[in-house]
């Protein structure tokens, strides 16, 4: 079993920046790859980044290119996103996920097994 806590979200302005952290415990983070999903009010959840278990990234939509950055620090047993120049429509629940996604399923929550609690992250406009 892993769990997963979320942390880092909160309510900011426009164009502002957050660094959400979610760390695990019950085995190490290294051991999975590594995602963040959003569900914004009345949607479905969707992909945000991930981190495969080899290390590389993949981020999806054109949304987030440029501004999210997903890291991981294994040491710490932690995955970040960091989140720059955020607006309005950034505003949602962010849940970390662990599994061991192929590529078909790295965008997909199928592809992930542990799923934390989520936080909120609400931006004003």
């Known amino acids: 079993q892993v769990q997963l806590v979320e942390s880092g979200g909160g309510l900011v302005q426009a164009g502002a920046s957050l660094r959400l952290s979610c760390t695990a415990s019950?085995?190490?983070?290294?051991?999975?790859?590594m995602g963040w999903f959003s569900q914004a009010p009345g949607k479905e959840r969707e992909f945000v980044e991930a981190?495969?278990?080899?290390?590389?990234?993949?981020y999806d939509t054109d949304a987030v290119k440029g501004r999210f950055t997903i890291s991981r620090d294994n040491a710490k047993n932690t995955v970040y996103l960091q989140m720059n120049s955020l607006n309005a429509e950034d505003t949602a629940v962010y849940y970390c996920a662990a599994g061991r996604p192929i590529l078909s399923t790295l965008r997909r929550e199928i592809g992930y097994t542990y799923w934390g609690q989520g936080t909120q992250v609400t931006v004003s406009s």
């Open positions: 981190v495969r278990l080899s290390g590389g990234t993949q």
């Open positions: 019950g085995h190490t983070c290294s051991q999975y790859g």
